[in-house]
Every structure is written in structure tokens, then in C-alpha cells.
């Protein structure tokens, strides 16, 4: 079965029982991922908030990171030299994934695939 990034709730297995067993879908972000830098993020973001961060939390992380580093840039001085090194961007290591972005400015990014294994979400890409 697939399904929508809306699944991505540690409630669906429980509710759902076995009829989303081996359901898979896509999300832009999952807290839960194996990836280190994501660990690192929600757990700082839990501590700081007392919450868990969810995909606004961690795209506007991810924005903030991508600005900043290239405003630290001393070559990008205006706003044409800031489209075109965003254009350039290729994989940034966000926690939503890595992103590029094209010659609109629309980001391209690599979704998180997950899957329900044994009544819990899993990351399976």
C-alpha cells in the first residue's frame, strides 16, 4: 500500500493495527531518521523546546543554514550573485533532506522513504 507524507505519525501503526503493516510513503522530513545530523537536530530542537520538531521546524533550519553559508560568501554581494549561488547549490546536507534548487528557484530535494515495519515507522532509503 503507499500512502502520503500524512502518515508519518507514530499514532498511524497503533490505530491503523495491521492494515498499514508494510504501507510505504514519502515525507520531507522524519525525526526518526538514521541519518546522525537529523538525530543531532531533533534532540538539540527537543531540548531547546520541549517538543518535537516537525517539518516547519526543520526546513526553516535548513533555510537558515543554506543563508547563512552563503552570506558568509565574500563573492556574493548582491542579489544576482545570491540567485546564482543558490542555482549553483548542489546537495545540501539539510535535515529535510539534501536539496538543490533549479533555474526558478523551486527546491529539488531527496525525500525520506519510509515504510511500517512491525508496527513502527522506519526509514528504509
Given amino acids: 500500500m503507499l500512502g ?3 502518515w508519518n ?3 498511524l501503526p497503533r490505530l491503523t493495527r495491521q ?7 514519502t515525507d520531507g522530513f522524519f525525526r526518526h531518521s538514521t541519518y546522525p545530523f537529523v538525530q543531532e537536530f531533533a534532540e538539540r530542537y527537543f531540548s531547546q523546546y520541549n517538543e518535537e520538531p516537525t517539518i516547519l521546524e526543520a526546513q526553516g533550519y535548513d533555510i537558515a543554514g ?3 553559508s552563503l552570506l558568509n560568501d565574500s563573492s556574493i554581494r548582491n542579489r544576482e550573485d545570491l540567485r546564482r ?3 549553483q ?12 534548487f533549479d533555474f526558478i528557484g523551486e527546491a529539488d530535494k ?4 519510509l ?3 512491525n508496527g513502527t515507522i522506519v526509514q528504509i532509503n
Avoid: H, K, S
Fill in 4 to 6: 502520503p507524507n500524512g
Fill in 9 to 11: 505519525d507514530a499514532e
Fill in 19 to 25: 492494515f498499514v503493516e508494510g504501507a510505504v510513503f
Fill in 66 to 68: 543554506i543563508m547563512l
Fill in 85 to 87: 549561488a543558490l542555482v
Fill in 89 to 100: 547549490l548542489q546537495n545540501y546536507p539539510g535535515v529535510t533532506g539534501a536539496t538543490r
Fill in 110 to 113: 531527496v525525500l525520506f522513504l
Fill in 115 to 117: 515504510q511500517v515495519q
